[in-house]
């Protein structure tokens, strides 16, 4: 991987083994975590994307290469780089105006 993933890059990211009710298999996920941190660490914080929709306050509806769905905010992780497979793109400005909004109204409050 050349440089670092970035804020708002979609990658796509194998997320098993999974336990319990965390989301499954590889899929599209978002990454939320500052520039600052990616750069350093060799963490990651990533909120999976969905096309199941759900009608939770911690889902944030997007477009995306042509599919709608949702940004799961309740399904959180740290991933290591190892993990992200294949830079997807990145979100639109509106999108991630939305995800920012509802991470600070999650964490904030």
Not at 17 to 44: A, F, Q, Y
Request: with cysteine.
């Amino acid at each position: 991987m050349v440089g670092y993933p970035r804020r708002d890059e979609v990658w796509l990211t194998a997320l098993d083994p999974s336990k319990g009710s965390e989301i499954k298999k590889t899929r599209p996920c978002l990454v939320v975590s500052p520039d600052e941190v990616n750069e350093s660490l060799r963490t990651v914080l990533v909120a999976p994307m969905t096309t199941t929709v759900r009608s939770y306050p911690t889902r944030i509806h997007l477009s995306f290469k042509s599919k709608t769905g949702q940004v799961a905010l309740d399904q959180l992780r740290a991933v290591d780089r190892q993990r992200l497979i294949t830079r997807l793109g990145v979100v639109s400005p509106k999108a991630s105006r939305e995800v920012s909004a509802a991470l600070v109204e999650m964490f904030v409050r």
